[in-house]
């Protein structure tokens, strides 16, 4: 079995290029409901050969989903390096709760939500 989180936003294509900046990511399985669309039906983002956020263009459905909801990606990271460019990425346009830092249980947290309203917690222990 395997979980994948799906998040559903407006500017799904855009969201794909930017994840797959962040997290020095690939994409797979990015499909369009028609070949007019401007958007994704479904996206993948994969990070070291597992996928791990897919997504779609919230307006694709009938229906509304709430905005900032109670949900957080953690992503714990191997490496500084990483953690730091990906925070980068993330904090363009973004709301910080808590910029990159080092905190009492690890060596380094930010808590961003990014422009897409994705809440994400990075870190490195």
């Given at each position: 079995?395997?979980?994948?989180?799906?998040?559903?936003?407006?500017g799904?294509?855009?969201?794909?290029?930017?994840?797959?900046?962040?997290?020095?990511?690939?994409?797979?399985?990015?499909?369009?409901?028609?070949?007019?669309?401007?958007?994704?039906?479904?996206a993948?983002?994969?990070?070291?050969d597992?996928?791990?956020?897919?997504?779609?263009?919230?307006?694709?459905?009938?229906?509304?989903?709430?905005?900032?909801?109670?949900?957080?990606f953690?992503?714990?990271?191997?490496d500084?390096?990483?953690?730091?460019?990906?925070?980068?990425?993330?904090?363009?346009?973004?709301?910080?709760?808590?910029?990159?830092?080092?905190?009492?249980?690890?060596?380094?947290?930010?808590?961003?939500?990014?422009?897409?309203?994705?809440?994400?917690?990075?870190?490195?222990?």
């Amino acid at each position: 079995m395997r979980t994948v989180f799906m998040a559903y936003l407006t500017g799904s294509i855009e969201a794909v290029e930017f994840y797959c900046r962040a997290f020095d990511a690939t994409q797979k399985n990015c499909f369009k409901a028609s070949d007019d669309d401007d958007y994704y039906a479904h996206a993948e983002i994969v990070i070291d050969d597992q996928t791990v956020m897919a997504l779609s263009e919230a307006s694709h459905y009938g229906f509304s989903f709430a905005e900032r909801n109670n949900m957080q990606f953690w992503m714990t990271f191997d490496d500084e390096q990483s953690l730091v460019k990906a925070c980068s990425v993330l904090s363009e346009k973004a709301d910080i709760h808590s910029p990159l830092a080092p905190s009492e249980w690890c060596k380094l947290l930010a808590d961003v939500t990014d422009k897409f309203g994705i809440r994400w917690m990075l870190n490195l222990f």
